[in-house]
């Protein structure tokens, strides 16, 4: 759920200005899914612009607290989320832990890195959000030490159906700060796009899991 449209359109222009957000419906992406699609998104390339980087953190702040007040501790998830997890939880001058997909192989065997106690509020900062698995992933090893997950912040989501419903199926709240519909509006009024790539792009939309580039 995208809780501001201006913070939704102007996190859109931002990151298809720096290339985060990249558009290719004539040559599509494969994600690692195996999925093709006409759309690419790597939000980490944020941190090397030091303006737009504190425009997101502030953003995310903000929602933070005015979705969930002062939570104990911020929790990024990794590995995308670390950099723009931890500049979140030094605005919000709050602690700050990450969480692994799973628990390293070696050492102290940690899956969450840092100190979190049991029964603490965190809210969990992520970078993108497509199915959703991962990042639930993550909220099911906080869950697993009680903590208590007020809910997940992201900077931008596709959107899919099996996403929604996979945080429903886990009673876990999720807010974003853009959205694929908040990006193709944004795409189309500033002519980053054409009519027939966006054609494209809202069809890729319909079924991602079986489209194709016909």
């Not at 859109?12 to 699609?37: C, D, H, M, R, V």
């Not at 670390?82 to 602690?95: E, F, R, S």
């Not at 969990?124 to 959703?132: A, K, N, Q």
Request: hydrophobic fraction near 40%.
């Amino acid at each position: 759920m995208v809780l501001d449209k201006n913070t939704a359109k102007k996190t859109a222009e931002l990151l298809l200005q720096i290339n985060a957000i990249k558009l290719k419906p004539e040559n599509p992406f494969t994600w690692a899914s195996g999925w093709k699609s006409p759309i690419y998104c790597d939000n980490r390339i944020l941190l090397s612009y030091p303006i737009i980087r504190n425009y997101i953190r502030d953003e995310m702040a903000k929602q933070v607290e005015q979705l969930y007040g002062r939570p104990d501790c911020i929790v990024g998830v990794a590995t995308g989320a670390i950099g723009i997890g931890a500049l979140v939880a030094d605005k919000l001058n709050l602690p700050f832990v990450y969480v692994r997909p799973e628990p390293k192989s070696h050492g102290r065997q940690n899956q969450i890195e840092g100190h979190l106690e049991a029964h603490q509020t965190v809210v969990v900062i992520e970078d993108l959000i497509s199915t959703g698995k991962s990042s639930l992933n993550a909220v099911d090893a906080l869950r697993a030490i009680d903590a208590n997950v007020k809910g997940m912040l992201a900077i931008f989501t596709y959107g899919f159906e099996t996403a929604l419903n996979n945080f429903q199926d886990k009673n876990t709240e999720l807010h974003t700060l853009s959205s694929y519909e908040y990006l193709i509006e944004q795409a189309s009024d500033t002519g980053y796009v054409k009519e027939d790539q966006l054609k494209t792009l809202m069809e890729w939309r319909k079924d991602p899991s079986h489209w194709t580039n016909k």
